[in-house]
């Protein structure tokens, strides 16, 4: 927490031009499928930049680009996407798309206590009392979302703590892992 505390928004502003604007946006509005920073906490930018940066997550773009930058400039980069953000919450303001299923919805809202499955909104929404380094994941795009709820699944992602998110999108289907992405893109 202390190094996000020093974070330095302008030192982080000058690497997001240099290295992250052009996957991620400048203000973090991401087009296509890369994840949008928009919305998120500068916990979650800075777990998921860190856990490049140690290998407890892998990608052949941003692995390099997080072992590149000091600690401190993760933080830096975090604090500054955080900030910048708040002008641009376009993430906060979509609306769930209905996918014609109600079960979505309430996996969605409610979770599933008879597959020992929690509410999504119970952790992946701003404020919502889940783990501080959670991301929000309304308005991140369909195809980024199911592939991180697939790589869960077949255990090719496993930075998540304590095996939450592998134990949970193994337990969804196929169908349900896609429905809840096209659910949580969401419209303007």
Known sequence: MTILAAGN??????????TCAACHGEKGL????????????????YKQ????????????????VAKALSVADLANV???FAAASKEYAAIGNRDFV????PYIDQLAREG???????????CHVNGSGGPIE???IIGQSHDYIFGQLNAYANGTRKNDVYGRMREISRKLTPQE???????????L
């Open 9 to 18: 928004t302008r030192r982080g502003a000058q690497l997001a031009a240099q």
């Open 30 to 45: 991401a087009p296509m499928n890369f994840p949008s920073l928009a919305g998120q906490s500068s916990f979650a930018i």
């Open 49 to 64: 930049l860190h856990d490049y940066r140690t290998g407890a997550r892998q990608h052949p773009q941003m692995t390099p």
């Open 78 to 80: 975090a604090a500054y």
């Open 98 to 101: 209905d996918v014609g299923d």
């Open 112 to 122: 599933d206590s008879r597959r020992r499955l929690p509410a999504c909104l119970s």
């Open 134 to 136: 959670t991301p929000v």
């Open 177 to 187: 892992r896609d429905a809840l992405a096209k659910y949580f893109e969401g419209t």
